[in-house]
């Protein structure tokens, strides 16, 4: 019985520290710079979906990933764009994801 309850117990804190750490994101102490806007053009084939740029924080620096087209990973899947939130540690970034 001992060993169920600590297998039990276990799991359940593996459980939650794998989705703390799978949750986690990078918190800078100041704004990201304004988006950058670019002529998107045709998708390149049909399916794809434009997923919008952003800046990640690497190095230090912000660094600007490009937009681009990708075809969705199942039927009627939209994809959620990546953002950043200020909170009370500092501005914190959020991946994009399909939903």
Known sequence: MKR????????IAGTLFSGCA???AVVV?????PPRYAVV????GPGYMWTEGFYNWRGGA????????????????????????QGHRGYEFHRGYWR
């Not at 169920?4 to 799991?11: E, I, N, R, S, V």
């Not at 102490?29 to 710079?33: D, I, Y």
């Open 4 to 11: 169920q309850l600590l297998a039990a117990g276990f799991l």
């Open 22 to 24: 799978a949750r986690a």
């Open 29 to 33: 102490g100041f704004a990201p710079p």
């Open 41 to 44: 053009g045709v998708a390149p």
């Open 62 to 85: 912000y660094v600007w990933t490009a937009g681009r087209w990708m075809r969705p990973p199942r039927p009627h899947a939209v994809w959620v764009p990546g953002a950043w939130t």
